[in-house]
């Protein structure tokens, strides 16, 4: 069974303090109103919290980072790629590799606000974690930006409107670098957005 870390982000400064290695501070969608066959990316601004680097707190150290991008199942929209740091910071820029396990192994262990990645249905999701574990290094005055790429399919209907979603956490690794019952999944925030479908 994996173990679970729910964050009420932003709620309070203790909410902050107990929360994972990076917060979401937003989650936008660059374009709003796309045309068929037309792309834009989600974008997430992350900001470092001091769990992993202070002392005293569980879980030390540097996490792998994930993002999951949930699009309607059925609906026009489909979901690319993602890059961790395009600002530049934490490492960044790093292309977030695709990953099909991850949404299985986090199961419900993932919430925010009373809300479980489990209690959203109808969407289809795609995850995307870093190739190596990311250190915060409390500095808190700077952010990550994380971007999501997705898409209106060729035959997106005009006037159609849709709701994607976006999670972002860590994955805490019990030291096998592979899910197991021992790691910890930490949601930093579940958020959504809507884009509007117009004409070509």
């Known amino acids: 069974m994996r173990k679970k870390l729910s964050l009420a982000v932003g709620a309070t400064a203790l909410a902050l303090l107990m929360s994972s290695c990076f917060v979401v501070q937003s989650f936008t969608v660059l374009d709003y109103t796309l045309k068929p066959g037309q792309a834009t990316k989600a974008q997430f601004t992350l900001r470092p919290s001091n769990a992993d680097n202070a002392a005293g707190v569980p879980f030390n150290g540097p996490h792998y980072q994930f993002v999951l991008l949930g699009v309607p199942t059925g609906g026009d929209l489909t979901a690319l790629t993602a890059k ?3 600002n530049g910071l934490f490492g960044g820029p790093l292309t977030m590799a695709v990953n099909g396990g991850l949404v ?7 919430g925010s606000f009373g809300l479980d990645l489990t209690d959203i249905t109808g969407v289809t999701w795609k995850a995307f974690i870093t190739p190596v574990k990311i250190r ?8 990550a930006i994380v971007q999501v790429g ?6 997106a209907v005009s006037g159609d409107n849709w709701q994607v979603f976006g999670v972002a956490g860590d994955w805490i690794d019990d ?7 021992g790691d910890f999944f930490a949601c930093a ?8 479908i117009i004409a070509a």
């Open 84 to 86: 961790w740091g395009t």
């Open 104 to 110: 299985a192994a986090i199961g419900g262990a993932c």
């Open 136 to 143: 915060d290094r409390n500095q808190f005055e700077n952010k």
């Open 150 to 155: 997705f898409k209106a399919q060729a035959d």
């Open 175 to 181: 030291g096998d670098d592979t899910f197991s019952g």
């Open 189 to 196: 925030g579940i958020e959504s957005a809507t884009v509007q």
